[in-house]
């Protein structure tokens, strides 16, 4: 048997997709053609011809947002928000693309990236999405988190003329802090606090990987100069917070979160003023951040009465 080469001469589609070629005899396909890219080919080279379509696709923002302070072994949501456009001539189209996000070797994050689609992506008529991923640190300092969003139009037929525009990236930094463990009021149990007065007694422990704690932390190492008491959600989202009533630390062997223990170690004993805590009647926690000399984030909470 000769092999021979034939011709087939069809009528341009531009809406063509694939072609498929059978032996009916035999009952068996010879050949899938993928017409795609022959139809780009010539829309590319026949811009204006009455069966293609030029549309400049853009990826117009991509800003990305996350809480300023994360902890190692704890996820923080991140936001990825994206708009595109479809900046003509033709309109509309069906687009699609995808949300891709990264971290430096400090951060893991899931999902890596989601699929997504533009249908019928008009001019002056942009199109907005909302994705969240979960970065969780791996070790504390500070890690770079990265984003990406890209869009093409679906049809062959398609041309878009500008792709430098097609593409858009977002960075932000979040601070990776070690948990640690607070002890408010070492040695009594209820951690009643005077909302209004007074200065507070606190301990910040020296830990082993104990009480949930993923590292271990020596609390003699902290720079009193960068403590900060507080609510969770003031200490997380802002700089605020009561300093160190004192300015320094008390290195000494503080009772552990049962209030009856001591365990050898050297803890640092601080003070804040109770009316620059931000305590209201209906506060249960209270938290502290801050560094190490070293320049290591940490974070830490327990648990108050306010009184």
Known sequence: MMDRTDTLTMPFDADGATLVVDDQQAGSTLTTVDLRPAVHDYCSDNPTAPECLVADLAVTTLTTSAPPLGLV??????TL???????GPDTPVDASGSITATGDSGLTVTPGSYAARWPALATGSPQDRTDTVQAT??????SAFSAMADITPDAAKVIDPVASNNQRTSTLTLTCAIPVQLNVRPGETKNQVNVNSG??????????AEYGLPLPFDATTIDAGTLRFGTR??????????????????PEDSYEPDDKTKDGDLDAVVHARSDRLGLTPATTELCVRGLTTSGVPFFGCDHVVPR
């Open 73 to 78: 072994g704890t996820a923080v949501t991140v």
């Open 81 to 87: 928000a994206t708009t595109v456009a479809n900046l």
């Open 137 to 142: 640190c791996t070790k504390p300092g500070t």
């Open 199 to 208: 200065v507070l007694p606190m301990a910040i422990l020296s830990t082993g």
């Open 233 to 250: 959600d003031a200490l997380l989202t802002s700089s605020g917070g009561a300093p160190e009533a004192h300015g320094r630390i008390h």
